[in-house]
């Protein structure tokens, strides 16, 4: 079973800056892509950005320029830096982990509020 825990959520002025870190460990299966999705209140899950292993990247428009997604292999970690926040990012950010076998695992979610 694998467990992933997320930190670096929390309140922060418009354009502000947040990074959030997301911890794998137990189990761990073969990795297709580490990533994060967000969740605003009366709003579908989205996707946010993803590491492929081996390379790749993807991002979200409304993200692009401002977030940064990096992986640590060696301690299987994702990051998101997130700069220039907007109180439209305002959203539970979730933690993903793809399995090569198409298998989604999730983290328990962290809440990022950015105030106007």
């Known amino acids: 079973q694998v467990q992933l825990v997320e930190s670096g959520g929390g309140l922060v002025q418009a354009g502000g800056s947040l990074r959030l870190s997301c911890a794998a460990s137990g189990s761990i299966p073969s990795i297709n892509a580490m990533g994060w999705y967000r969740q605003a209140p009366g709003n579908q899950r989205e996707l946010v950005a993803t590491s492929i292993s081996g390379g790749g990247t993807t991002y979200a428009d409304s993200v692009k320029g401002r977030f940064t997604i990096s992986r640590d292999n060696a301690k299987n970690t994702v990051y998101l830096q997130m700069n220039s926040l907007k109180p439209e990012d305002t959203a539970v950010y979730y933690c993903?982990?793809?399995?090569?076998?198409?298998?989604?695992?999730w983290g328990q979610g962290t809440q990022v509020t950015v105030s106007s």
């Open positions: 993903n982990l793809r399995r090569v076998t198409g298998y989604n695992d």
